[in-house]
């Protein structure tokens, strides 16, 4: 918590302090990093608050019926500030998908997906976040070409503990609590998750949820 408190202390005091001397595009880049780091506090705070609940028994989901393809969108949106110079590629199913789902839990989920793809692969690489339909599930997937994970490390994964101590990346570094509580909430929807790496080719995170199917005829009768 203290790492992205100190980028907005530091920036806005910058800020403060200098207004008189700084110029308009040094101003706006000040402003865009203290955007960027309350949004990353903001995450962090969900996924405490969420672990905490989780622990005690007390993540209630609140699930109705939504659109796939919104949900995603909702999830890019949100880390767009925090790319860097990756690039998120999108590919969505060709048909509507309905999934009953608690919205919210499954946009921080795919946040904290690509967040973390984001943290562990150097910048100017791909990441891939797809979704598609197979026998009766909605499968998410957040695909990435970074240095991988090494398999002993897979097994503990999603259970909190510290993802990796590389810091070629260059990236900002977590607990690994996101990918924890992505387990949680995907558990608490029926669901699975898993993840696959190759040492040096990449890794990716995967997920399944129950779809509702959708009559295209019937919809397009009622249009």
Not at 7 to 36: M, P, R, W
Not at 70 to 76: F, G, K, L, P, S
Not at 144 to 171: A, H, M, V, W, Y
Request: aromatic share 4%; proline share 2%.
């Amino acid at each position: 918590l203290r790492t992205p408190l100190t980028g907005i202390a530091g920036s806005s005091t910058l800020i403060c302090e200098n207004y008189q001397d700084l110029d308009d595009d040094t101003i706006y880049h000040l402003v865009k990093s203290i955007s960027s780091d309350a949004l990353w506090l903001n995450q962090l705070v969900e996924n405490l608050l969420n672990m905490t609940r989780i622990q005690d028994g007390k993540l209630l989901l609140k699930q109705q019926e939504e659109v796939v393809d919104d949900i995603i969108c909702e999830a890019v949106s949100r880390c767009e500030s925090r790319k860097r110079e990756h690039t998120l590629k999108v590919t969505l199913p060709d048909e509507v998908l309905l999934v009953e789902m608690d919205g919210r839990l499954i946009i921080q989920v795919l946040v904290n997906m690509i967040d973390n793809a984001i943290k562990h692969t150097p910048d100017a690489t791909m990441i891939d976040i797809r979704c598609y339909k197979d026998h009766g599930w909605a499968v998410f997937e957040v695909i990435d070409n970074g240095c991988g994970i090494p398999k002993e490390r897979l097994k503990t994964l999603f259970t909190g503990t510290t993802l990796t101590q590389d810091t070629s990346s260059g990236g900002k570094h977590g607990m690994g609590i996101g990918l924890s509580v992505c387990a949680a909430i995907i558990k608490a929807h029926g669901g699975e998750i898993k993840a696959e790496s190759t040492p040096g080719e990449g890794t990716t995170i995967r997920f399944w949820l129950e779809t509702e199917e959708v009559d295209t005829e019937e919809t397009e009768d009622e249009q």
